[in-house]
């Protein structure tokens, strides 16, 4: 079994599985119908391709400016907000009470 494989690897030896066919044919009209077939894709392609630079130029990045402009008007509102309880905390006449523990029960084992 293994001289076969030395064999075969090496070409000493060829198998059934080594003769090759042509499954096409060398006519001219298999060709012109394919050169035919891929201009049609490629004006499709072209068609698609400037479809799609359209919508990325006129959507989808004036949604981006939009979203953005959005979320920064929600940042610095935020902000805002976070400033003006610093704000009224600082100015609070209340006194600060030190943490009490109410809850604190010991059990005991009987």
Known sequence: MIWRYF???????R?????RHCNYTTGTQAGHDFALEQEAIKKHAGKTADLWKKITIFVCIPALLISSLNAYQLHTRHHSDLLHELEE??????????????????????
């Not at 064999?7 to 030896?13: F, M």
């Not at 198998?15 to 003769?19: F, H, I, K, N, T």
């Not at 600082?90 to 084992?109: G, R």
């Open 7 to 13: 064999l075969r690897k090496n070409g000493l030896i």
């Open 89 to 110: 905390k600082e100015n609070d006449s209340t006194p600060e009470y030190p943490c009490l523990i109410l809850l604190n029960i010991v059990f005991m084992a009987f």
């Open 15 to 19: 198998g059934l599985s080594s003769v």
